[in-house]
């Protein structure tokens, strides 16, 4: 049986907040709604909220959306047990995603704006003429962030462990606490759609922020300083396993760790923003100069996040011990454990309940884009295509719950590991969308068949490279997202691997496809789409005359 006690005060904190944050969740039904809508009947409504976030919305929409519940453990619990390549490479490679928000995402908001697209496969299609180009990369974003929801759940396991909740020898115990949480989710992602997590999205930064520049102020202090923690940390990495006979870890990376440094770092910032739920944030907004805005401020999460990061270098110094429920070392409970450790039970609880929250926003904008794509670029271009706007927005209801209970099954039902691999494996697959989505927001050179290859390619590459890394410890499959690039010695990020063969094919397939002139699809967007803002008067000329920029019409690709 599991010998921790229950600490009462801080679980209470944690309940409280949490009760807060689901009435708001309700609540957010009505919040920011036109006197002309009747009710959350379309996507633009439920899906995306209005299309009607301001800068500071979305600055907090995006952050709770990009740092998730599983972010704030995962990242120091690397720190924490291998050190910097594992775990530091998640700072520099936001600082690389903002330029890449600046310019690309404002280009796919523009587009989207004036064709009322809602995904990014709603995009691909529309530039391509290609409903199956579409599917893989609808398909792909689906798959890829269903193991994403399931980790914003080993976010709140982690904090029902080290507050007591929970029992080696009763699953029941264990697991309900986690089910009520993500009922409650469920009902009110089902009931406010997107306005919900950007209303809790404030809260759970605003807490995140607190928690965090308070124990990087004290916990030094109590532990003796940042010198005396690097010491500490430089020292526990630095000691040979016994399982492997190397380091336990990387302190800071040597000349034998850069490119699997940078290569983590530009592979991650890359794929991120081809995830569906950061699409969904991004079109979300308001405006094209809103996006622009957020990639300016958005590092200020960047500095939380590097302040974070370190907590697991101070967790080395304070010897906290993450055992969890069956006795095993558990890296990902290092931050929950430090706080309920070394700060007063009402300071972790409020600590421990941003990170819970942490995991509600992410979940909920994910489940959201999930269900998005399912019911645009699945359900209405292969079942319905005369499917209308309130039917649209029931399907995609319906799937966010479906999502959210498969994500549940599947963490409850599977090993942990189970879902950090299929989370590996959907950063992998996500980056082989990055040539269709973003070449295509510059470019109509490449064939749609090509990409297609490009896209089937990189996956089979991507997905067997990573099965044969073995975890020398346990000896299982998919060990880790780090292999020789292919014909030399240099260990870079499997996703670049995927990717650069992904787009060698496509380069090369389209000169052939072009040389044989093959015919391509239709293209129903403009230059003058790519800059374009809510200002712009051809908006409304377009939005008048245009069929396909009604939400809930016909499908766009043949």
């Known amino acids: 049986m599991n010998g921790r006690e229950i600490n009462w005060t801080a679980l209470v904190i944690v309940v409280l907040l949490f009760v807060v944050v689901a009435v708001m969740g309700f609540l957010a039904a009505k919040w920011r709604r036109g006197s002309e809508v009747e009710g959350l009947h379309s996507l633009d409504e439920w899906g995306l909220g209005g299309r009607g976030f301001g800068t500071w919305i979305t600055w907090f929409l995006l952050g709770g959306d990009l740092y998730t519940a599983y972010t704030f453990v995962a990242v120091p619990a690397a720190m924490w047990a291998t050190g910097a390549v594992s775990g530091f490479f998640a700072v520099p490679y936001t600082i690389v995603l903002y330029p890449i928000i600046f310019i690309i995402m404002s280009r796919l908001w523009s587009v989207s704006h004036r064709h009322g697209y809602v995904t990014s496969a709603d995009f691909v299609g529309g530039r391509y003429g290609s409903r199956w180009l579409s599917l893989a990369v609808a398909v792909t974003g689906i798959v890829a962030t269903m193991p994403y929801i399931a980790l ?130 991004v079109l979300a907004s308001k405006a094209r100069n809103t996006i622009r805005r957020n990639a300016a401020i958005l590092p200020l999460y960047s500095l939380m996040l590097g302040f974070l990061a370190l907590l697991g270098f101070v967790a080395i110094q304070a010897g906290t011990k993450p055992i969890d429920l069956d006795g095993s070392v558990n890296p990902q409970l290092v931050v929950p454990q430090l706080f309920l450790d070394h700060f007063p039970s009402w300071f972790a609880g409020i600590a421990l309940a941003a990170i819970a929250i942490g995991a509600l926003v992410p979940a909920a904008i994910m489940s959201i884009a999930a269900a998005n794509m399912f019911t645009r670029n699945i359900y209405r271009d292969f079942i319905r295509p005369d499917v209308d706007a309130r039917t649209e927005a029931k ?71 990573a099965y044969n890394v073995v975890n020398p410890v346990t000896k299982a499959h998919f060990g880790g997202s780090v292999a020789a690039f292919p014909g030399t010695d240099f260990s870079v990020y499997i996703a670049v ?31 003058t789409d790519y800059d374009a803002d809510e200002t712009d008067p051809k908006v409304v000329q377009i939005e008048q005359t245009q069929h396909y920029t009604q939400p809930g019409g016909p499908s766009p690709v043949a």
């Open 497 to 527: 691997s995927a990717f650069a063969l992904n787009l060698v094919v496509a380069v090369v397939l389209t000169v052939v496809l072009r040389a044989l002139k093959v015919r391509t699809g239709e293209d129903l967007t403009r230059p």
């Open 152 to 281: 914003q759940l080993v976010g709140i396991k982690a904090v029902l462990t080290v507050l007591g909740l929970g029992s080696s020898g009763n699953v029941l115990l264990t697991d309900l606490p986690l089910i009520l949480a993500f009922v409650v989710l469920a009902a009110y992602t089902y009931t406010s759609g997107l306005r919900a997590p950007a209303m809790i999205a404030v809260v759970k930064d605003l807490l995140i922020y607190l928690a965090v520049i308070v124990a990087v102020i004290y916990l030094p202090i109590k532990f003796g300083g940042w010198d005396t923690i690097f010491n500490s940390a430089q020292a526990k990495l630095g000691n040979v396993s016994q399982a492997t006979g190397k380091p336990a870890g990387v302190f800071i990376p040597g000349a034998a760790n850069y490119s699997a440094y940078w290569s983590l770092a530009l592979g991650s910032a890359m794929a991120l923003f081809m995830y569906p739920h950061s699409v969904t944030a």
């Open 395 to 465: 399907v995609s209801k319906i799937v966010s719950l479906v999502v959210k209970v498969g994500a549940l099954v599947f963490v409850i039902a599977m090993d942990q590991s189970a879902a950090i691999n299929m989370q590996l494996l959907g950063g992998i697959w996500i980056l082989q969308t990055f040539p269709a989505v973003v070449a295509g927001l510059y470019t109509r050179w490449f064939d749609r068949w090509a990409l297609l290859a490009g896209w089937a390619v990189g996956i089979v590459f991507g997905t067997v490279s």
